[in-house]
């Protein structure tokens, strides 16, 4: 899965069509793992996620992402099994883009193919954004095809280019124990707020504007080992993220943010479309149990920065 720190909503079709956008993002160690084997009745399937389907016509099955990745790929007659670290809906950590990822990886496998990052997110894009018309953009699915610290930059032509951001060691180290993590201990359907999103984002482009240029100085900043004004960028990139649809934030949430800024905290966000899920924040090792504290009613979830992307763990074939 992955943080998104900045950028965010610049990388839907509605912004880049009228100017590059760009994204920082992290993939980190929180995981879907999806096994797939040829199911023993070889002309049907057997799906066991959230929910468990079986039969032979995969046009009924009704899990959309499973159902477009097996006519993608072709595969028939398998047993599919998901599980994950967290909540794959409503969290804000990029779990659906993840979750067509790592299918189609496994999927693949199963057929004896292997894909490239590039050919993964590809595909994951065309499926979720061409095929199914979700409201959402490219960043999740490259960060989870490719994983690492990246910039992600879209431009018209559709061309995603992504970079890893360099940095040495020992600063990476020290931005990955900045960072602090929060349930809200609510979810949301993502898809509502990413519609009035991309609605609004003829009217909303100064901001978006402000945002990607905030990504490009966040991710020169980094490269640069410099980790002055993070927490600054991810202050000023939520105070622009909220301009951008209603139900992005409500009442509990701004008192829960400004509470972890009044305990030290420098900077954060909500993760993903915004509602719930995951609180980020950016907080100097002297400041984290104050905020901590302050926060006390929520779960904290510990993670590192993951340095790859999907991947076959184990293959019998």
Not at 83 to 98: A, K, Q, R
Request: hydrophobic fraction near 35%.
């Amino acid at each position: 899965m992955r943080i998104s720190f900045v950028g965010g909503g610049t990388d839907l079709e509605a912004f880049y069509r009228h100017t590059p956008g760009m994204v920082v993002s992290t993939a980190i160690d929180k995981y879907i793992y999806i096994c797939v084997k040829k199911h023993f009745d070889g002309g049907s399937f057997l799906l066991k996620y959230s929910e468990i389907e079986e039969g032979t016509d995969i046009n009924k099955i009704k899990n959309d992402l499973i159902r477009e990745a097996m006519r993608h790929t072709g595969v028939v007659g398998v047993e599919i099994v998901s599980m994950s670290d967290v909540p794959v809906t409503g969290v804000g950590l990029g779990s659906s883009s993840s979750f067509i990822v790592g299918l189609l990886n496994a999927l693949y496998a199963h057929k004896g193919e292997y894909k490239s990052p590039e050919e993964l997110a590809k595909d994951a894009c065309k499926i979720e954004i061409e095929i199914l018309g979700k409201p959402i953009g490219k960043q999740d699915q490259y960060i989870a095809a490719y994983g690492g610290l990246r910039s992600l930059a879209f431009h018209k032509s559709e061309k995603v280019v992504s970079k890893i951001i360099p940095m040495e060691e020992g600063q990476k180290k020290e931005l990955d124990s900045n960072l602090l993590l929060f349930f809200t201990g609510k979810t949301r359907q993502a898809d509502t707020i990413l519609k009035k999103q991309r609605a609004n984002t003829g009217k909303k482009l100064d901001p978006l504007e402000r945002m990607r240029n905030m990504a490009k100085k966040m991710g020169e900043r980094l490269s640069n080992n410099r980790l002055d004004q993070f927490g600054e960028l991810l202050h000023e990139n939520w105070l622009e993220k909220k301009q951008l649809a209603g139900g992005i934030t409500d009442p509990n949430i701004d008192m829960l943010y400004q509470k972890a800024i009044d305990a030290g905290a420098l900077g954060g966000k909500i993760c993903g479309a915004g509602g719930g899920g995951f609180f980020l924040f950016y907080c100097l090792k002297e400041k984290q149990n104050a905020v901590r504290d302050a926060l006390s009613e929520l779960e904290e979830m510990t993670f590192n920065f993951e340095p790859t992307g999907s991947k076959i763990i184990h293959n019998t074939f």
